[in-house]
């Protein structure tokens, strides 16, 4: 089994900074792109970051030049460091990871973590 757990959420005002962790553990004989999507209530899940296993990123229109993605493969670990953040921002935040476990390459998702982003 694969577990990916966030931490780093939290409540922060405008302008302020946040950074988030997942960490993927389990049976991983590899990983390939991770990545974060946040959900805001009444909206669709949404693409925030991703990052492949070689470091290509790719971001929300809505994020660039604030956020910055990272991971630290030894680890199996994918950072979000959020910058100028604005109430708009406010969402649940979930990890994401494709990730082959023995022969089998599957989409796992963290549980995520509530961010919060006064005016």
């Known amino acids: 089994q694969v577990q990916l757990v966030e931490s780093g959420g939290g409540l922060v005002q405008a302008g302020g900074s946040l950074r988030l962790s997942c960490a993927a553990s389990?049976?991983?004989?590899?990983?390939?792109?991770m990545g974060w999507y946040r959900q805001a209530p009444g909206k669709q899940r949404e693409l925030v970051a991703t990052?492949?296993?070689?470091?290509?990123?790719n971001y929300a229109d809505s994020v660039k030049g604030r956020f910055t993605i990272s991971r630290d493969n030894a680890k199996n670990t994918v950072y979000l460091q959020m910058n100028s953040l604005k109430p708009e921002d406010t969402a649940v935040y979930y990890c994401?990871?494709?990730?082959?476990?023995?022969?089998?390459?599957?989409?796992?998702w963290g549980q995520g973590t509530q961010v919060t982003v006064s005016s």
């Open positions: 994401y990871a494709n990730i082959r476990v023995y022969v089998r390459w599957n989409d796992y």
């Open positions: 990052i492949t296993s070689s470091g290509s990123t």
């Open positions: 389990g049976s991983i004989s590899s990983t390939k792109t």
